[in-house]
């Protein structure tokens, strides 16, 4: 076991920055205001993970809020009944129903068909929030993991 190099005592010792330059000292010594441990690749490895994200911007598909106008709208153009469109696309008359009520969502699958179908917009790609995704993100915080940065974009 080597000496400290501040105290000289033979110690279980860490690398630290003391004013400017790297020592090898004790833990005692390394609690110093002006000691700053350097052992942490784990804090390292995950600011690095936050600038990846924060440089590459990806766009994520969602379906549009007014959905339901735009369904309505172009089956009327059409001149379709909504009994009409349920037949055409396979799905239940109710569906198509609640649907232009607002009432429910599409599935992706859904809102791909209803696209092509009436071709009208109800898919559009947005850039997603990867800063604001990463900004809760303590650094210091062992428990975070990569799968839960990339949760947060789904
Ligand atoms: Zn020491």
Known sequence: MANCDMCGR????????????VMTVCLD???HGSVVAINQPVVDKKIELQKEIESSPSYVDV???DFDRRIKNARERKGMTQEDLARDLAEKESVIHQLETGKLKPSFRLAKKLSVFLN????ESVESSSKG????VDLKSVSVTIGDLLKKDI
């Open 133 to 136: 995704a990463t900004k809760d």
């Open 120 to 123: 009208i917009d109800i898919i």
């Open 29 to 31: 010594c390394s609690k």
């Open 63 to 65: 379906i549009v809020s």
């Open 10 to 21: 033979e110690k279980e010792l860490v690398d630290a920055i003391v004013e400017g330059a």
